[in-house]
């Protein structure tokens, strides 16, 4: 009876784990798969590479001003090549939405994996969250922004 409660509580905490931890190097946070099936799988470290963008802004999830750090939208879709046309953008829950590329503008959307400094676990909506500078333009306070603002990003589909 003894190794049956060892081995659920094994089992729950790897279950469990990704709820309470952050990004470690060489665990893959986002998955881009491009339309030519060409597949790209990047680390924390593969993130934290690229230029870094920072956001301050307020949110509809959150309470006050907030910083989002991570990697501008426009960036990281020249990182991988992608091509102009429409981004399907994949959340852990599956959770999907179309993201045109022609919102990867500066200053424009980015690819957070800090918020308020500290790694996104995926319980408050990491590790990856797409966030748009809600404050500085008011086309972004709308339900079609919101939408687009998906948490929980595990995978983009991109034209190539």
């Not at 993130?47 to 949110?59: F, G, K």
């Not at 991988?80 to 399907?88: E, F, K, N, P």
């Not at 829950?93 to 959307?109: C, M, Q, R, V, W």
């Not at 500085?136 to 948490?151: K, L």
């Amino acid at each position: 009876m003894k190794s049956v409660a060892l081995a659920l509580i094994l089992v729950a905490g790897t279950f469990f784990a990704p709820f309470g931890h952050g990004a470690e190097s060489g665990e893959e946070l986002l998955s881009v798969t491009g339309t030519d099936g060409s597949v790209i799988s990047l680390d924390i470290d593969d993130l934290t590479a690229l230029p870094v963008s920072e956001i301050r802004t307020t949110t509809i999830w959150t309470e006050g001003e907030q910083v989002f750090r991570g990697v501008a939208l426009r960036d990281l879709l020249n990182h991988v090549g992608a091509a102009d046309g429409m981004i399907t953008a994949i959340a852990v829950n599956d959770y999907l939405i179309d993201i045109p590329t022609s919102d990867a503008t500066k200053p424009g959307p980015v690819v957070a994996y800090l918020h308020n400094g500290e790694q996104m676990s995926i319980r408050d909506k990491g590790p990856l969250w797409v966030v748009y500078p809600y404050d500085d333009n008011p086309v972004y306070n709308t339900e079609e922004y919101y939408a687009r603002s998906i948490w929980q990003l595990i995978r983009l589909e991109v034209p190539k």
